[in-house]
């Protein structure tokens, strides 16, 4: 009998967490409103006040609440991220999902008694530093990037004390998680220190006169859009630009393209994945109880020994395109 993942949903607001809630989820993650979490936008995240109702909501609903204090605190600034932990602590919440060793340590030395998960930030994909983390400072998962096929996932699942919870929806991410500098170079904010990637006052979109539009992030154009198309949000990693030796634009880095593992769910239970994460606490509530209902749905059946019936969630991924990345092959390009 296949043993029951834990379905980990997006929640930007605390309306889009009643919702994944509602919508069968057994955990949510979410974050602060500050630079410890890694989706640092305005409008998004939780006040105390807020946190302390979701927390209560989800949890008379059955449903675990995962704090996000993934970023890295840079120097003399520890006191915000120590302040989040405290917080959590304080009301409740299920685990801490982090990715500094600092972050790790203050929490597992101050807060003994609260479960640390491995934020994909953390980048890593080797037994012997997932067992690093797991031995230093007790962490209980480790969420994996997305770079790994299924049965290098099986191979890592025999070799790890811990569990493993893996994304099946939501952004590609090819990029080295927790390594990027893109937006740091252009805009001076950094991805993994103050949470933000592109950051929304310095995003831009200028219309032609033939309806065209160009995204720009600060002072540079990331991408250009025929009055047909829909312009994307500009970031670095997936605008298509020019290149002496090209003729044309093109995807430097990776195009906008959506991870959707829905296919893959029966052999990630085999491999031993403990959870199954979806991606997206910037998307909307329809885009939470469309999702979350339709992967609910379908690890269910799947549980059941019944065939999946998988739903059509093209319209909600980016570019209308979707992949399964490296988890079957490393050939994704």
């Known amino acids: 009998m296949m043993k029951r993942p834990e379905l980990v949903c997006p929640a930007g607001t605390p309306a889009a967490l009643r919702t994944a809630v509602d919508a069968g989820a057994d955990a949510v993650y979410c974050g602060m409103q500050n630079a410890t979490n890694a989706r640092n936008f305005p409008g998004l995240n939780f006040t105390p006040e807020e946190l302390q109702a979701s927390v209560a909501y989800a949890h008379d609903a059955g449903t675990k609440v995962l704090l996000a204090v993934n970023t890295f605190p840079p120097a003399g600034k520890f006191e915000l991220w120590r302040g989040a932990v405290d917080l959590g602590a304080r009301l409740g919440v299920d685990a801490f999902i982090v990715a500094d060793i600092g972050v790790a340590e203050y929490a597992a030395r101050v807060h003994p008694g609260c479960r640390l998960h491995l934020s994909v930030q953390a980048a890593a994909s080797s037994p012997e530093a997932i067992r690093y983390y797991c031995r230093e400072?007790?962490?209980?998962?480790?969420?994996?990037?997305?770079?790994?096929?299924?049965?290098?996932i099986r191979a890592l699942a025999a070799e790890i004390p811990c569990e493993i919870e893996t994304f099946i929806f939501g952004n590609h991410g090819l990029?080295?998680?927790?390594?990027c500098s893109l937006t740091n170079y252009v805009c001076g904010l950094s991805t993994n220190m103050d949470g933000v990637c592109s950051p929304a006052a310095d995003v831009h979109y200028d219309r032609a006169a033939d309806g065209s539009v160009a995204t720009r992030l600060g002072a540079f154009t990331i991408d250009r859009f025929g009055p047909a198309e829909q312009a994307g949000y500009p970031t670095i990693c997936k605008g298509r630009y020019l290149a002496p030796a090209r003729d044309e634009a093109y995807y430097a880095?990776?195009?906008?393209v959506s991870l959707n593992l829905s296919a893959l769910l029966p052999a990630l239970i085999e491999a031993g994945v403990d959870a199954f994460k979806i991606e997206?606490?910037?998307?909307?509530r329809a885009y939470v109880r469309s999702v979350v209902s339709a992967f609910r749905q379908a690890i269910d059946q799947t549980l059941a020994g019944e065939t999946p019936a998988l739903a059509d969630l093209i319209a909600l991924t980016e570019g209308q395109k979707e992949t399964e990345g490296a988890f079957k092959t490393k050939k994704w390009r």
């Open 253 to 256: 880095f990776e195009e906008p």
């Open 280 to 284: 997206g606490r910037q998307r909307s």
């Open 137 to 152: 400072f007790g962490v209980r998962r480790v969420v994996l990037p997305r770079i790994l096929t299924v049965p290098e």
């Open 175 to 179: 990029m080295i998680e927790g390594r």
